[in-house]
């Protein structure tokens, strides 16, 4: 998947720090400190575009970041890009498989496709980790 950077704030919340992301009203996080408050942000970034993905919405282009405007009375205390994996479009592939797994493959699933998907996410992201 090719990855997409988009804008964050970072500001300062009473338990520490806040993200948001003006190209996803509503997708927030947040975390004791700076560093915290980004990982969760991916994180959460993540969980939104995958969302919006199953849902079939629009993922917006992202917004340069010189551009987004302060907010008066804000606690800003950076902004950044975060990264996220955005889905391209989806291919067609020819797959060969053992039969006794694909039917318990469909006695498990009741979509073939999004479970060789989860699972070859799954499979890339173990294999990633250090």
Known sequence: MPATYYPAIIGRSVS???VTFPDFPGCIASGTT???ACLAGEQALALHVEGMTRDKDNIPDPSDL???QEVEGADDVARVMIRV???AKVERVLVSIDANLLRAID???PNRSAFFADAARAQLAARSRP
């Open 16 to 18: 520490g720090y806040g």
């Open 34 to 36: 700076v560093s915290a």
């Open 66 to 68: 010189d551009a987004i």
């Open 85 to 87: 994996d955005v889905p």
């Open 107 to 109: 006695a498990a699933a």
